[in-house]
């Protein structure tokens, strides 16, 4: 797809669907800003159904085709979900001087350990069968006595705790209803995305964090470090 015949199809595509163009503009946006849209969510279902459109579908995945980014739609039983996918999901053998153009910004350590504790959990979940509709019901005194176990350090205080589940939610990661300020035991949803952005061994990743992390490091968990996720 190259500028001219791309934006020729644009221009088709919004002659085509029921859509208007403000609505096609505010889906990409939001795509590209959470990575996850779920169609069972009251205020993402019709961002779902609008990428999900015949007229819509086929142009955006060959939009996001063009830098290497892959549409990936979950559309049947209880998991609906479209997840924007980078090319290193898609090509995790890909040389690292070829990955560069297309990483993110680096997660911060704190961040990196959440997310590999949150995809330990789910794994335990999915074996346990505690899964409903896909999702698993944790909260947050169990995120911190498994980062305690896990990475043999404490886990953050509540004001970073709070920034790492709002972080985790905007990305899709959790759902959650997050107060202004932190308190023990909050609830939150261990989202299916969580299975796609964290390697498949966290337990593994957590140890090799642990024994390679220095003792005097990383005392706050603000550490810019980046930890395998």
């Known amino acids: 797809m190259n500028a001219l015949s791309g934006l020729q199809e644009y ?3 919004l002659a085509r669907t029921r859509y208007p163009k403000v609505a096609l503009q505010r ?5 590209m800003q959470r990575q996850f849209i ?11 159904e609008l990428l999900n459109d ?3 579908r086929p142009f955006a995945e060959r939009l996001f085709d063009v830098f290497g980014w892959r549409l990936q739609f979950n559309t049947s039983g209880n998991i609906r979900m479209v997840c924007l996918m980078p090319p290193i999901a ?22 990196a350990i959440a997310i590999l504790l949150l995809r330990a959990y789910y794994d335990k979940a999915i074996q346990s069968t505690g899964l409903v509709n896909g999702h698993a019901e ?9 980062w305690k176990e896990k990475t043999r350090k404490e886990p953050p205080g509540k004001v970073r705790t709070l920034d790492i589940l709002r972080f985790l939610k905007n990305h899709g990661l959790i759902q959650a209803s997050l107060p202004p300020t932190f308190h023990e035991g909050m609830p939150f949803t261990v989202r299916p995305s969580i299975s796609l952005v964290a ?11 642990a024994r390679e992390a220095r003792p005097d490091s990383d005392s706050d968990n603000t550490d810019p470090r980046k930890v395998e996720a």
Do not use: C
Request: aromatic share 10%.
């Open 54 to 56: 015949d007229q819509v």
């Open 90 to 111: 898609e090509a995790p053998d890909t040389p690292r001087d070829k990955r560069e153009a297309h990483q993110a910004p680096a997660l911060r350590v704190d961040e």
């Open 11 to 13: 221009e088709e595509v």
């Open 38 to 48: 779920f169609g069972n969510d009251f205020g993402s279902k019709d961002i779902y």
């Open 199 to 209: 390697v498949s061994e966290p337990l593994a990743a957590l140890k090799r964090y």
């Open 138 to 146: 944790w909260h947050t005194d169990g995120l911190y006595d498994l």
């Open 27 to 31: 889906a990409f946006r939001m795509l």
